[in-house]
């Protein structure tokens, strides 16, 4: 790391100041352990909102705090689906190894194209994020002896710590992926206050500027990158493991498109902005694709233009300036 | 091989009528509109509804696509877009990409999920033979269209006087208004000449790639790649970009067909890594 | 100590809302339908839905004694993570009785282990790979596998003389299927593959794939696309290079000439060979009465593999309720419908009461000019045909 670990003084006492627990945080996770007692016949699509919350905040930790905008992401994601898959599919269906080894398949991946990310900016990133997304969705498909291809893979997960099986109703999934998601949370909350995430947020701001005042801006992106895909890799492996099944559509453009269209929505650089938005995003496609299945996303489209016209910032940046909640 | 050629570039043409407004629209006045080819799927059904419901010929159809794409154009513009011009790049993204949720959701809700059959005329089905080639009729016609858009479009930028007042309104917006442009009504004019195209893209695209609801998420990906690989806001760039793409993609597909679907991401990754501004872009 | 706990607290609720439910389903029979009723598959799903929806207009809601009731679930496309969660909450939130619907294999694969835990029938309405009904015990095939048609179809276009002949699918794992059993028919009756083609499966221009074609100058093409927006555009790139019949002759599965297509493809269709379960043209009161019900119902749509994949579902659904009269559990349902035979509009179907799949008849097609419109007319039919990969260790 260039930046100098700070330890102790002024600067060192606002990081820890910032960086402390609100009220508001423990509320969100007491409300987040609801559903097992009031709502168990949604704990599968609490899991699964669980898992795209955690896929949101990887996303965040580029897009909302240094400022990588990605059209790629579930490049990521659906390579951790398929390692967990895979690893499963020869005989080694342990869940918390496949998680490791998702992270790792993945931030391999994220580390191979970081040099590349770091090189562009603006639309060409964008454009190429997208592009190696959908590189590896083509060959994917092309490798179906290993993938499956569209058929996908359905694979025999052991149960959690040997204990837990996953169960019809979901209570295993949801309470996996939720543990999971609070691990997530707090490395991306120990990163973003952390000298290192506020080196990454000036670049955000000021990408000329950093290297001025000494900042090893590329290296920084590189490390945040890795660290953001092997998180995708994890959402990834976790919907697998909770599903038993992994396809194509993990590596999709729409997955990509979607978990942005949940980040902008929740508020970018946020931390909390993300899962927000899944939780929203998710739980209002599910209602509504429940009351009319098939033009739902008219609904959908109509709450993501109010959305902007009245809560430009995504809906925790609404929320804050109405409130002046957050961590201001 | 001049037939895989001509194929890629007549494939290549419909690309850059549906992209060209996008690149102008995106690079002139900074507006990120993914719901470009939401346009075009209007268009395409306003083209289907004039020949099916009123009897409309095709060629008399293709107008009546880009004059309705260009007029609901405008009246967005006027209502939402132009709020969005300072908005920032984000909450354009996700704007524009409820309007595509809510225009796939409408357009299948009044003409179900079905493709739009058209039938076209007999003058633009089969092939003109030359020296034992066959060049598909409609491709050609549909080259001549784009040449002929290419062309008004470079002199009506570079040698009109509202040519010159959008770009002037572009580059310094504060100047513009000052020297007395009405640089609302300027932009409001650009985007619905953007959007027309598209739509009028759509209408053409019929007769090769076909129409249904999803039209304005499928084709925003090859969009999306021609107005980055061309640079932004340029004509000429969206017009080599297309041409490129069309060629690669078809003569990649024809020469080796397993790679099919790479190649095209392929070029448009290394392209962007040595030119991160696209072909012809300024800025 | 945990796991017991988590245990009893699912057992305490499944216990309570299994009571209730039980109570408050007494008169009815439940089907939760997983389909693609929005994005790229959406069309798939309307058909399907208006399929079940004639054959419950038709056939009265109520079936020995019981009430039939729908409830619909959106998949949004290939999602087979979707389609778990779906077929779960249908089980444990709806309390369905019965799984229904699948357009697509990965939803299918992805339903099958819920289907098995919660010992519910499911019906495949649709969707197409071999193994589907090897993955779980309760699964019951209501439409037709790729090798079922293209094997024979193969077999058929060798015995016909054609010697030699020019595959092109779609890259993925239907065109695969499509491919292979396609060749292996016709191999064994002595023809020849001379170039075979994988086309990425959302591909919007196929003028490359047509002009390798082209040049390999084949006396026949085999062609396999998904439905949609491809058989037309397929369709032109191939008249625009005057690869038509009856200069070379034009195989495919029925996608090709399904009626939308047909109506873009115009005189261009005239004359391809197409091999389908389902002809839309077909004579026979029994099609002519679905036909006109569906034009109806639809307000002029026309039914196809979808709508007759989702009719004879629900046919399959009302009969095995009637034999067991009413008794909605999975092990009574696919008891009585293994071995199941009813006249459908398709033809004489038969479920298979080994695999659980379909046993039907395949139709080989050829558009000819009927009254003045182009038309699938059937040339030759293929009685009774199997699935030839079951048990194939496929």
Request: aromatic share 0%; charged share 40%.
């Given at each position: 790391m260039a930046a100098e670990t700070i330890t102790s003084g002024p600067a060192a006492t606002w990081l820890r100041k910032r960086s402390r627990i609100s009220a508001i945080e423990i509320v969100f996770w007491l409300a987040a352990l609801l559903p097992f007692v009031l709502l168990p016949s949604y704990l599968s699509l609490a899991s699964q909102i669980a898992i795209a919350a955690l896929f949101a905040l990887s996303v965040d930790l580029v897009l909302g705090y240094a400022g990588i905008i990605t059209l790629g992401h579930a490049m990521f994601f659906g390579l951790g689906a398929y390692a967990a898959a895979i690893l499963a599919k020869h005989g080694w269906g342990e869940p918390l190894t496949g998680l490791l080894v998702a992270a790792l398949v993945a931030g391999a991946a994220g580390f191979v194209t970081s040099f590349v990310i770091v090189r562009v900016q603006h639309l060409a990133l964008i454009m190429i994020t997208l592009g190696l997304g959908l590189l590896t969705y083509e060959l994917a498909n092309s490798f179906s002896s290993i993938t499956g291809g569209t058929d996908g893979l359905g694979v025999e997960i052991w149960p959690v710590l040997g204990i837990f099986d996953f169960d019809l109703w979901g209570y295993t999934a949801y309470g996996y992926a939720l543990a999971m998601l609070f691990i997530g949370v707090l490395i991306a909350r120990r990163i973003v206050n952390s000298s290192f995430g506020l080196a990454l947020t000036g670049i955000r701001e000021n990408n000329a500027r950093m290297p001025a005042i000494g900042s090893a801006y590329r290296v920084h992106l590189q490390k945040i990158y890795i660290i953001s895909a092997a998180m995708a890799g994890v959402a990834g492996a976790l919907l697998t493991e909770t599903t038993g099944t992994v396809s194509l559509d993990t590596l999709s453009f729409q997955r990509s498109a979607d978990v942005v269209v949940m980040l902008i929505l929740g508020g970018t650089g946020r931390l909390y902005g993300g899962i927000i938005g899944a939780v929203i995003f998710l739980i209002a496609r599910d209602r509504l694709s429940d009351m009319n299945p098939q033009y739902w996303y008219f609904w959908i489209g109509l709450l993501l233009m109010a959305v902007v016209l009245v809560m430009p910032g995504g809906i925790l940046g609404g929320l804050s300036r109405v409130f002046r909640w957050g961590a201001k | 091989m001049a037939v895989v050629l001509f194929d890629g570039f007549a494939f290549g043409m419909l690309l850059f009528v549906l992209s060209v407004g996008l690149s102008v629209t995106f690079g002139l006045m900074n507006f990120i509109n993914l719901a470009h080819c939401a346009f075009g799927m209007l268009g395409g059904y306003v083209a289907v509804v004039a020949m099916r419901a009123f009897g409309v010929p095709f060629l008399l159809a293709l107008p009546f696509a880009f004059l309705a794409a260009g007029l609901v154009s405008v009246v967005l513009e006027r209502s939402f877009f132009r709020r969005l011009y300072r908005a920032g790049g984000l909450n354009q993204v996700l704007f524009t990409i409820g309007m595509v949720f809510v225009a796939a959701a409408s357009f299948a809700y009044f003409f179900g999920t079905g493709q739009q059959p058209i039938v076209l005329p007999d003058y633009l089905q089969g092939y003109w033979e030359v020296n034992g080639l066959r060049f598909g009729t409609y491709r050609i016609f549909l080259v001549a269209v784009s040449l002929v858009i290419a062309g008004l479009l470079v002199y009506g930028l570079e040698h009109t006087r509202f040519g010159a007042r959008i770009r002037a309104a572009v580059d310094n917006q504060r100047v513009a208004q000052g020297l007395g442009l009405d640089v609302d009504t300027i932009f409001a004019i650009t985007f619905a000449l953007g959007a027309g195209l598209a739509g009028l893209g759509g209408a053409l695209a019929i007769g090769i790639v076909g129409l249904d609801p999803s039209f304005g998420f499928h084709y925003l990906v090859y969009v999306l790649i021609v107005v980055a690989v061309g640079g932004l806001g340029s004509i000429g760039g969206s017009f080599v970009a297309a041409a490129l793409l069309g060629i690669f993609d078809v003569a990649g597909k024809y020469f080796v067909p397993d790679m099919g679907a790479f190649l095209i991401y392929l070029f448009m990754v290394v392209l962007l890594l040595v030119r991160p501004l696209g072909l012809f872009g300024k800025r | 100590m945990l796991k017991k706990t988590a245990t009893a607290f699912a057992l305490g609720f499944s216990l309570a809302l299994a009571m209730s439910s039980t109570a408050l389903a007494e008169g009815t029979v439940k089907i939760g339908l997983i389909m693609p009723y929005s994005g790229p598959f959406a069309d798939a799903g309307a058909q399907m839905q208006a399929g079940i929806d004639l054959y419950i207009k038709t056939h009265g809601d109520e079936v020995a004694g019981k009430k039939i009731v729908l409830i619909k679930k959106d998949t949004g496309g290939p999602n087979p993570d979707v389609a778990k969660r779906l077929a779960q909450e249908l089980v444990v939130r709806d309390h369905v009785d019965v799984l229904a619907g699948f357009a697509l294999t990965p939803e299918a694969l992805g339903a099958a282990p819920v289907a098995t835990e919660a010992k519910k029938l499911m019906v495949d309405m649709n969707a197409a790979t071999s193994i589907i009904t090897e993955k779980s015990p309760y699964i019951v095939r209501t439409s037709v596998t790729i090798p079922q048609i293209n094997y024979a179809f193969g077999k058929w276009a060798a015995g016909q003389g054609i010697k030699h002949a020019y595959t092109l699918v779609a890259d993925y794992g239907p065109g695969h299927d499509a491919e292979k059993s396609f060749a292996r028919g016709f191999k064994e009756k002595g023809g020849e593959i001379v170039g075979a083609d994988h086309s990425p499966v959302a591909n919007p221009d196929f003028s490359a794939y047509v002009q390798r074609i082209k040049d390999a100058k084949p006396e026949a093409v085999y062609i396999f696309i998904p439905g949609g927006s491809q058989p037309a555009a397929i369709g032109k790139a191939l008249a625009d290079k005057g690869l038509t019949p009856p200069n070379t002759k034009l195989l495919g599965q029925g996608e090709l000439t399904m009626p939308d297509a047909m109506k873009s493809l115009g005189k261009n269709a005239d004359g391809i060979v197409t091999a389908f379960h389902y002809t839309l043209e077909r004579k026979d009161p029994l099609n002519e009465k679905f036909v006109a019900g569906y034009e109806k119902l639809t307000k002029g749509r026309e039914p196809d593999l979808f709508s007759i994949g989702g009719y004879d579902g629900m046919h399959l659904i009302y009969a095995a309720l009637e034999k067991t009269k009413g008794d909605a559990s999975g092990d009574a349902l696919i008891k009585v419908a293994k071995g199941m035979s009813w006249e459908s509009p398709r033809g004489p179907i038969t479920?298979?009461?080994?695999?659980r799949d379909i046993i039907q008849n395949v139709y080989i097609r050829k558009v000819e000019k009927v009254d003045g419109k182009l038309q699938n007319v059937i040339i030759d039919t293929i009685k009774d045909v199997k699935d030839p990969l079951h048990g194939a260790g496929k």
């Open positions: - | - | 479920i298979d009461p080994e695999t």
